[in-house]
């Protein structure tokens, strides 16, 4: 599973740089929306797309920022601290990559009904 999150990583390098810049666009417009700056509407019409956006740019920089630095399976012939020290690695490997399916799933639920609320106030 990891393996898999790794070559993800490593493929989507290009957008490592987009995942940032979207996030602070989105806390950006979250924050104006928020503070009054933006007169989208009196009802707030950016609020929750940026909630959302900010939410799966969160969720690609884990993915663009943790993953490439999985270290890979290491064969039998190594030593015995060796295979433990990156046997713990992965472990924590393992468990960012639990939190961040849990938290996926979270966001996806979430996201559906946070567009839900939205096209029902503003469509």
Known sequence: MIDRLREI???GRRLRLFA???ALFAAGLFGLE?????????????????VVLLLWAAI???????FPNVPKRLEKGCSLVK???NSLLRF???VLAFVLITSTVGVI????????VWTREFA
């Not at 928020?34 to 940026?50: A, E, Q, R, T």
């Open 109 to 116: 639920s979430f996201s559906f009904k946070l567009v839900g």
């Open 83 to 85: 295979r433990v020290k």
């Open 9 to 11: 990583a490593i493929k």
């Open 20 to 22: 940032p810049i979207i």
């Open 92 to 94: 924590y490997y393992y």
């Open 60 to 66: 690609l920089c884990t993915v663009f920022y943790s």
């Open 34 to 50: 928020v503070i009054g700056v933006v007169n989208s509407s009196k009802d707030d019409y950016f609020l929750i797309p940026s």
